[in-house]
Structures are given as C-alpha cells and as structure tokens.
C-alpha cells in the first residue's frame, strides 16, 4: 500500500497482478501480513532510517520462512527508506511515470 500509494498518487487498487522489482538479488518469497515483521537486515546498510522498536511486529509464518539451510535477511522497505539511498548513492528519485 505505501508503494502504490506513494508512486501512483490518487490511484487507488483493489488487487495487484505483479510488482517488478529489479536488484542484485533474488526475492524467494513475497507476501503480506498484518503488522511488520521483524528487520534483520544489517543496521549498517547505509539507510539511515532507523527501524521504530516500538511498533507491533508480526512473527512470519512457518509457510512462508525458507529452510534454514537458507541464507535470508528479511529487510522492510518503504518510500522513506528507498528515498534516503538515493540521496546517498546519487541516484535519481522514481516517479510514476518510470515504474510503468
């Protein structure tokens, strides 16, 4: 919801078909719940942002959590956090019309 409503102004979605998103890595598993999980990516990733430690969390689901063999971080995103990366790496800021 914080993407859409951040990138598509005034637009407003009953369901998504897909989401594209493009990195050096690999998403294995996308879902939602109803309140955040815990961040356990690396403080020191160069956001900026600290995560809020007084916010409800959610536990993910067993169904949802890859196999421990499985090297995982699981790293919240949001418009603030994207935003403070590109002022940081130089990048330039993403407007609606770039992501469709």
């Known amino acids: ?4 409503s951040e990138i598509f102004k005034g637009a407003v979605f009953q369901s998504l078909d897909g989401i594209i998103v493009s ?8 879902f939602t719940l109803k309140c955040k999980p815990q961040d356990t990516a690396d403080k020191d990733a160069g956001y900026g942002v600290p995560s809020p430690t007084d916010e409800p969390t959610d536990i993910i689901p067993r169904s949802c959590q890859l ?3 499985v090297p995982q971080v699981t790293q919240l995103l949001n418009m603030t956090k994207l935003r403070q990366t590109e002022i940081k790496f ?3 800021p993403l407007s609606s019309a770039e992501s469709g």
């Not at 919801?1 to 859409?4: D, E, K, L, M, P």
Request: aromatic share 6%.
């Open 1 to 4: 919801v914080a993407f859409t």
């Open 23 to 30: 990195a050096n890595c690999k998403l294995r598993k996308i």
């Open 67 to 69: 196999t421990t063999d």
């Open 90 to 92: 130089g990048g330039h």
